[in-house]
């Protein structure tokens, strides 16, 4: 990822060999210590007081993972485009359980100097989860061999975000056309949470049947 605003640098698990965060960022034990340390990386980067409830975190990432097992069996057709389709539905279902909320107590006073900034002070929770979840695609992406995330100009403005936090409060799946939005992708608003009707994945669907019809020699 090459853009120095809207990204964390948490350390991802180094046991296991360099694919570990793809595969333990599906267990709930080391899911919620990375959002642990995520959290207190943010709350220190921005001078705020997010809180965690763990029980809001451990039912989004139950969440989560039963979604990604549901549509799994098409990672294979196009990997980059199904781990962004990933990092969405991740983004959606922590916006739905809400497992941060802004604590009592002061903030570090600051001017609002840089873009993120004014995103923070607009919404701190939903800039926290997009953050993260960025985070770990852009780390997935890299365990892969695939390019990184770059961001679109519309994932720094605050219309774009007022945008976001209005349509994802009526619905939460909203939330994965609005990841591909802000990451310069294709976003599918008529059926977000279905990865085969996403134009990459489609696609390569496509060809496929192609050559399950070519009939075969004589």
């Known amino acids: 990822m090459n853009e ?10 180094t ?11 599906r267990r709930l034990g080391d899911f919620s210590r990375t959002v ?21 975190l451990t039912r989004a990432f139950l969440e989560w993972v039963r979604r990604f097992d549901a549509e799994r069996v098409l990672a294979g ?12 539905i991740l983004l959606a279902s922590l916006i739905r359980n809400r497992p941060v909320t802004a604590s009592e107590g002061p903030s570090a006073a600051r001017g609002l100097v840089r873009p993120e900034e004014a995103l923070v002070a607009f919404w701190p929770e939903g800039v926290f989860y997009f953050e993260f979840c960025i985070t770990v ?33 009526s619905d939460p799946d909203l939330a994965i056309p609005f990841l591909d939005l802000f990451l310069g992708g294709d976003p599918n608003w008529d059926f977000p949470k279905a990865a085969r009707f996403r134009s990459a994945l489609k696609g390569r669907m496509l060809d496929w049947d192609k050559r399950l019809e070519k009939p075969g020699r004589g």
């Open 4 to 13: 120095p605003v809207l990204t964390l640098s948490f350390d991802a698990p």
């Open 137 to 169: 695609l852009d780390k997935v992406l890299a365990e892969q061999d695939l390019e990184g995330i770059h961001l679109s100009a519309e994932a720094l403005e605050l219309r774009s975000w007022a945008s976001f936090r209005e349509n994802v409060a």
């Open 77 to 88: 057709r196009d990997r980059r485009d199904f781990s962004h389709f990933a990092a969405g």
């Open 36 to 56: 642990d340390t995520a959290l207190g990386q943010f709350n220190t980067r921005y001078g705020v007081n997010l809180a965690l409830t763990r029980r809001s």
């Open 15 to 25: 046991s296991g060999g360099r694919q570990e965060l793809r595969r333990s960022i």
